[in-house]
């Protein structure tokens, strides 16, 4: 199994090969395979790539960010100055019902709410907002409202996974409560694990998801 130096160097490694993140503003700490990621980054984009490349090193169960984003003042805004750039992103994106969303921006973060029918909706929201200029972060409140009956939803995420090339659908068990749907079993990557919410996330009828699967790496990672 990776100790948690060989898997600190690994996401050090991971980091200097991003090319939009300066790896010396990032500070890492492994305890028993959980990184800790810390340090001030001059973007919310680059705290999300920072993240999603210590979840790409094997070897690590889950990651926790302390990355604080503070802008130079050449890309400073006010909370207004942002609040009309996402209005209107969120406006240009045909895929969002933009009638449907709510914003508020207080000292750089953005907060959305309001009822969409689709995940994919709602990930698109925020997505659209997070690269803004000024944006520190991005709280996602939108709620999903499907009229789809539940016993439909365990099929069509079960189906999902069988067809996906990232996610082993006989290693994850599918429970539906309601339009909760549960997650649990074993992948063998965090990535996996990400994969197999999203996909579990884009089933029709599904307002949240709680994902309870277990990382557990291939033999010849361990």
């Known amino acids: 199994m990776k100790t948690d130096a060989q898997i600190k160097e690994d996401v050090l490694d991971e980091l200097l090969w991003q090319p939009n993140i300066d790896e010396t503003k990032i500070g890492v700490i492994v305890e028993d395979g959980v990184v800790t990621l810390s340090g001030i980054l001059n973007s919310y984009t680059k705290k999300l790539e920072a993240e999603k490349a210590a979840k790409n090193v094997k070897g690590v169960k889950a990651v926790a ?8 003042s050449d890309f400073k805004k006010t909370d207004k100055e942002i609040a009309k750039a996402a209005v209107d992103a969120l ?19 953005v907060y959305l709410s309001g009822e969409l029918n689709w995940f994919y909706q709602k990930d698109a929201a925020k997505k659209a907002v997070e690269n803004l200029l000024g944006v520190k972060g991005v709280v ?6 499907q009229a789809v009956q539940p016993s439909q939803i365990k099929e069509k995420i ?3 996974f069988e067809r996906s090339a990232q996610v082993d659908a006989n290693k994850v068990s599918v429970i539906v409560d ?3 749907v549960t997650l649990r079993g074993t992948v063998h990557s965090l990535a996996e694990k990400d994969e197999a919410q999203k996909a579990a996330y884009l089933a029709p009828g599904v307002y949240s998801v709680k994902n309870e699967l ?7 990672y361990a």
């Open 178 to 180: 309601g339009h909760t």
């Open 65 to 72: 960010l302390d990355i604080e984003v503070k802008h130079g």
């Open 140 to 145: 996602n409140s939108i709620e999903i409202k």
């Open 91 to 109: 406006t240009w994106n045909t895929s969002i019902p933009e009638d449907k969303i709510a914003i508020k921006v207080e000292d750089g973060w």
């Open 158 to 160: 079960t189906k999902a």
């Open 214 to 220: 277990k990382v557990q790496y291939y033999p010849e």
